[in-house]
């Protein structure tokens, strides 16, 4: 980089003696050569520069035309005035506006989180589910069958209170329950009305079980004199129809059945539940043209249960439910009952389980 004057001086220089001007005011000879000549005027400037700071090398430099020189990736841009310097962001010591630590991967168990990252910094955010719960999941199976599972019928006319614990949260919208049908074929025309009702209780105060919600469903099965049947499910405004000559789609509700009722609700890991079910059947024409028979789930044959406490023990009897078994409730009306009292509950016979899944 060079300065010279942007205004040429076009006279000529001087050569040999001249006279000039002195500090007392007279005048005095003096070689051309001393003085500062038009010549002079048109020449390049000496420049002198002091560097200081974070240098390398030498911290000054000098001359006619100092050059200015990039390097460790810097560049230098010289347009018309303006003499540019590009510095790439890799240098900086400081944290740049779209700066990002990165997003590390987590490995967490029973936990679910979220990651984060800009200039300011990395954000982690951890959650657990409910206690007892990993989040809510769809469907569940409170007693499952296993190759020495064994089951028994289930009586008509009494509200039967299957007890459940849930370890996680889960949502479902079925409840379905397991039964074993049989066709009576007879000459005479016959119709079975099956009337099921079903619900779900919660206990709210350790001595009563309130129901949380109810629905039922209707299942009527007709023959008429061996040559057709027909079989009807309704519930509510809602109903389906099947028929056939003679007694073709009588293995349709023969034998064992998994049946889907539709029920919608959410329960919570460690409340204290109960799925209630009351089946009634009756005979409008001459004998029942089908039966149903609910399957408990067989877990202590023949056996009635004491209890035995650090503090004390209690007799064998049946009235003691324990914490899963199946109480029953002999209600006087087809209804369900809002509420039940444990008092009012017994035992259901050889404390089998209701066997029933929670379906999405």
């Known amino acids: 980089m060079s300065i010279i004057h942007v205004k040429s001086n076009t006279i000529p220089s001087w050569t040999g003696t001249v006279t000039v001007g ?112 990993a989040g809510t999941i769809a469907g569940w199976e409170p007693f499952q069958v296993g190759n020495n599972s064994t089951f028994s019928s289930q009586g008509q006319n009494s509200l039967y209170l299957q007890k459940v614990r849930p370890d996680v949260n889960f949502s479902f919208n079925n409840i379905e329950f397991r039964f074993s049908g049989s066709f009576v074929s007879s000459s005479n025309s016959q119709v079975g009305v099956h009337t099921i009702r079903y619900g779900l209780y919660s206990l709210e105060t350790n001595e009563s079980y309130n129901s949380i919600a109810t629905s039922s469903i209707i299942i009527s099965a007709s023959f008429n004199s061996n040559t057709a049947m027909g079989y009807t499910i309704s519930q509510g405004a809602g109903s389906y129809t099947t028929t056939s000559g003679g007694t073709v789609i009588a293995s349709l509700m023969t034998g064992l059945k998994h049946l889907y009722l539709p029920f919608t609700n959410t329960l919570t890991a460690g409340g204290e539940y109960a799925v209630g079910l009351l089946v009634s059947s009756a ?78």
Do not use: C
């Open 22 to 133: 002195n500090s007392t005011g007279g005048t005095q000879t003096a070689a051309a050569t001393d003085l500062v000549l038009p010549s002079d005027w048109n020449s390049a400037h000496n420049q002198f520069y002091t560097l200081t700071g974070n240098t390398n090398g030498a911290s000054t430099a000098s001359g006619t035309n100092v050059v200015l020189s990039g390097g460790n990736n810097v560049t230098l841009v010289g347009g018309g005035a303006t003499v540019g310097f590009s510095v790439g962001n890799y240098i900086t010591t400081g944290a740049l506006s779209d700066h990002s630590h990165g997003n590390p991967t987590l490995a967490l168990t029973n936990l679910s989180g979220t990651t984060a990252s800009n200039s300011a910094g990395l954000t982690l955010s951890l959650s657990a589910a409910a206690p007892g719960g």
């Open 283 to 360: 005979t409008t024409v001459n004998t029942g043209a089908h039966r149903m028979a609910f399957l408990n789930q067989t877990v202590i044959n023949n056996l009635t249960v004491g209890k035995v406490y650090a503090t004390t023990m209690i007799a064998s009897n049946s009235t003691h439910v324990g914490d899963y078994a199946q109480g029953v409730y002999n209600t006087t009306t087809g209804a369900m009952p809002a509420a039940v009292a444990k008092s009012q509950m017994t035992n259901a016979v050889s404390q089998a389980l209701l066997y029933h899944q929670f379906e999405v």
